[in-house]
């Protein structure tokens, strides 16, 4: 039904930035909302940030100030602008679609940040 593609993880400097993308495609489905989550080594999957159909935003206290989530909504596609990057930044990002009362996980995509 609905399949999401994500972009743009790597290996990213301290101070430094990544900008991930998360592409949705498929037929019959009308996105309410799309997020952005983070899974790191020993730690649960958590919330990095969130935006609305109307471009509502919430964000993780953690990467306040330094992230940025966005939608195209004629492109079925959200990004999250990465600034000034921490190693506790490391982890495996999730993107995520919300249809109505289903959701949608991408397939994952590591961000690695080190020296």
């Known amino acids: 039904q609905v399949q999401l593609v994500e972009s743009g993880g790597g290996l990213g400097q301290p101070g430094g930035s990544l900008r991930l993308s998360c592409a949705a495609s498929g037929s019959a489905f009308s996105i309410s909302g799309m997020g952005w989550y983070r899974q790191a080594p020993g730690k649960e999957r958590e919330l990095v940030a969130a935006?609305?159909?109307?471009?509502?935003?919430n964000y993780a206290d953690s990467v306040k100030g330094r992230f940025t989530i966005s939608r195209d909504n004629a492109k079925n596609t959200v990004h999250l602008q990465m600034n000034s990057l921490k190693a506790e930044d490391t982890a495996v990002y999730y993107c995520r679609i919300n249809t109505g009362l289903y959701y949608y996980w991408g397939q994952g995509t590591q961000v690695t940040v080190s020296s």
């Open positions: 935006i609305s159909s109307g471009g509502n935003t």
